[in-house]
Nanobody
Framework: QGQFVESGGGAVQPGGSLRLSCVAS????????INWFRQAPGKEREGVACISEYDGRINYADDVKGRFTVSRDNAKNTVYLQMNSLKPEDTAVYYCAANTVKTTCPPSPLLSEYHYWGQGTPVTVSS
């Protein structure tokens, strides 16, 4: 069974940066739409960024626009999330997953359409 393996999380001060990586294990990224999600303690999992290989579309949640950048390298079977100007409210466990239904980034991702979830990588932003 394929899954993503996330890495790159850690503790950082407000204003700092982190680069998360998400490697597809035992399956190929291909043309899957890939989303980064995050889940803060006591909150629901939410979409952060989306990238589609099929039509090149990239979407971001409003509260990360201008600070986060998503990219993918299909040759390395890897998706990245560059996070700059981090804020305490960015504290969460970050996951990536592949949409097995859509060929473009949906405006509101439905968790039921996503598969190959990994264990996530924790990000803590605190002074």
């Amino acid at each position: 069974q394929g899954q993503f393996v996330e890495s790159g999380g850690g503790a950082v001060q407000p204003g700092g940066s982190l680069r998360l990586s998400c490697v597809a294990s035992r399956f190929s990224l291909g043309y899957y739409v890939i989303n980064w999600f995050r889940q803060a303690p006591g909150k629901e999992r939410e979409g952060v960024a989306c990238i589609s290989e099929y039509d090149g579309r990239i979407n971001y949640a409003d509260d990360v626009k201008g600070r986060f950048t998503v990219s993918r390298d299909n040759a390395k079977n890897t998706v990245y999330l560059q996070m700059n100007s981090l804020k305490p409210e960015d504290t969460a466990v970050y996951y990536c997953a592949a949409n097995t239904v859509k060929t473009t980034c949906p405006p509101s991702p439905l968790l039921s359409e996503y598969h190959y979830w990994g264990q996530g990588t924790p990000v803590t932003v605190s002074s």
